[in-house]
């Protein structure tokens, strides 16, 4: 007699990919005008670094980007102590699809990183008021500083990318 039981397979790790409601935008609280802004928050003084950042973002449109593209810049700015383990947390998790196993699927696939990272942070904080007692749980203070932080990073990143001028330190003028 066979005593085995199948059962439904309710343990999926399976999700799809966050839908972007407004995929066109490029604007948000976190967007970056001004260059010295856009330093303060990489946190990087050195031109040399600026430039070798600025070389390495030209490859990337933060408006059309994928996971994998994703990962490569959120390496490139945690190693070099630009974002923190949070923050690159949000970078590598990408547009969040995964397959019944948890491994991310799709990874190919571009999408806006401003407007995804804009609305998961949107869509956390929601759901954090409205469940006060999630907000007090370990682990979830840093992981919405996290979420801050990675807005406030792809934001710059965007700024520098799209930065016409060669030379990125910032001028003083008295």
């Known amino acids: 007699m ?3 039981v199948t059962i439904p397979n309710v343990l999926s790790k399976q999700t799809d990919a966050v839908v972007i409601k407004n995929p066109e935008k ?3 609280a976190f967007t970056i005008t001004e260059e010295s802004n856009a330093v303060d928050e990489l946190r990087m003084w050195q031109q040399d670094e600026l430039a070798d950042l600025k070389a390495f973002l030209k490859k990337y449109d933060m408006t059309s980007i994928s996971t994998d593209e994703l990962k490569q810049v959120g390496r490139r700015l945690f190693d070099s102590k630009v974002i923190d383990e949070q923050a690159f947390l949000i970078f590598i998790s990408g547009d969040g699809a995964s397959d019944a196993t ?3 699927t799709n990874t190919h ?3 806006n990183a401003i407007a995804l990272f804009d609305e998961k942070l949107e869509d956390y904080l ?5 469940n006060p007692d999630v907000g007090r749980s370990q682990g979830i203070p840093e992981y919405i500083q996290g979420m801050f932080d990675a807005n406030r990073a792809i934001n710059a990143l965007a700024y520098f990318a799209n930065s016409s001028k060669h030379d990125l330190s910032v001028e003083e003028r008295a």
Do not use: H, I, Y
Request: no cysteine.
């Open 109 to 111: 696939v571009k999408f």
């Open 102 to 104: 948890g491994r991310q």
């Open 126 to 130: 929601a759901f954090v008021k409205s």
């Open 2 to 4: 066979d005593m085995r």
């Open 26 to 28: 490029v604007t948000n």
